[in-house]
């Protein structure tokens, strides 16, 4: 984010993501993403010598995603018996 830059090349303003390792704890899945800091945009003054600004941040790897898988089994019991009395 600035005034009066903009990216060398593209118009990309963050870097990409990149998915990192995932892992299973208990039977959760987890996702984790972070910034591909080797495509981080490279900025360039529109006008010189006018004024400008730029902000740049970048969040460090987070949660991307959890998977959840709830199985439900249902199950049916039939007891037949006879009995014969005499």
Do not use: C, H, Y
């Not at 972070?34 to 900025?43: D, F, I, R, V, Y």
């Amino acid at each position: 984010m600035g005034k009066n830059v903009q990216p060398i090349k593209g118009s990309a303003i963050s870097p990409e993501a990149t998915a990192t390792n995932t892992q299973t704890v208990a039977g959760v899945r987890f996702g984790w993403t972070s910034p591909k800091l080797e495509t981080k945009p490279q900025w360039k003054i529109v006008n010189p010598g006018g004024d400008w600004s730029l902000t740049e941040s970048f969040a460090a790897p987070g949660l991307d995603n959890i998977t959840n898988i709830n199985r439900t089994i249902t199950t049916t019991s039939v007891t037949e018996s006879t009995s014969v009395f005499k």
